[in-house]
T-cell receptor, first 111, second 114 residues
Framework: QKEVEQDPGPLSVPEGAIVSLNCTYS??????FMWYRQYSRKGPELLMY????GNKEDGRFTAQVDKSSKYISLFIRDSQPSDSATYLC???????????FGGGTRVLVKP | ETGVTQTPRHLVMGMTNKKSLKCEQH?????MYWYKQSAKKPLELMFV???????ENNSVPSRFSPECPNSSHLFLHLHTLQPEDSALYLC?????????????FGSGTRLTIV
């Protein structure tokens, strides 16, 4: 079983729609949760970083963590064509600095 | 220059060549990483350096040889690579022991083995 599972997509939505992304993880030792965005031919860039269960909002982005279900989500409101990218979830144990990534979900926002 | 800079951006090499990838960070971070990104596969951690000491080698073949002369620079020396080594090689940095704060990635080196 992979440590982090993520649907590869692609996920195609019309401009202005809500994009909903999620990951599941297998090890309850993971305590930190991140979402990265990767444009084609670029390195991943950190979008959201959370520690506890619950919601964290930053502009059009909301990250949600449910530790009891080992489930993390990212929502993008009012999606724009510039949001078209691959979104990677990543998890981290409390006592380490070694990120484990999901496989990424490719998102396409159509004008 | 700020962030994490990787050079070269693209590299084509034969299987018998020797080349090196370079990574430099200007963020004051003390941990640096090499990741491999292949098509349709998750990012694979290769090496971790903390305060220029290697703390992780994720069973990487010896044809990949990392070097970290100081906390700001990281190299990946390549020799006698195989076609399956063609991939995007990403360097990242972070503050050690913060529980995250996330990594900062470079733009990567696209490596093609011919």
């Amino acid at each position: 079983q992979k440590e982090v599972e993520q649907d590869p997509g692609p996920l195609s939505v019309p401009e202005g729609a809500i994009v909903s992304l999620n990951c599941t993880y297998s090890n309850s030792a993971f305590q930190y949760f991140m979402w990265y965005r990767q444009y084609s031919r670029k390195g991943p860039e950190l979008l959201m970083y959370t520690y506890s269960s619950g919601n964290k909002e930053d502009g059009r982005f909301t990250a949600q963590v449910d530790k009891s279900s080992k489930y993390i989500s990212l929502f993008i409101r009012d999606s724009q064509p510039s949001d078209s990218a691959t979104y990677l979830c990543a998890v981290l144990k409390a006592a380490g600095n070694k990120l484990t990534f999901g496989g990424g979900t490719r998102v396409l926002v159509k004008p | 220059e700020t962030g994490v800079t990787q050079t070269p951006r693209h590299l084509v090499m034969g299987m018998t060549n020797k080349k090196s990838l370079k990574c430099e960070q200007h963020l004051g971070h003390n941990a640096m990483y090499w990741y491999k990104q292949s098509a349709k596969k998750p990012l694979e951690l290769m090496f971790v350096y903390n305060f220029k000491e290697q703390t992780e080698n994720n069973s990487v073949p010896s044809r990949f040889s990392p070097e970290c002369p100081n906390s700001s620079h990281l190299f990946l020396h390549l020799h006698t690579l195989q076609p399956e080594d063609s991939a995007l090689y990403l360097c990242a940095s972070s503050l050690t022991g913060t529980g995250g704060g996330g990594y900062t990635f470079g733009s990567g080196t696209r490596l093609t083995i011919v």
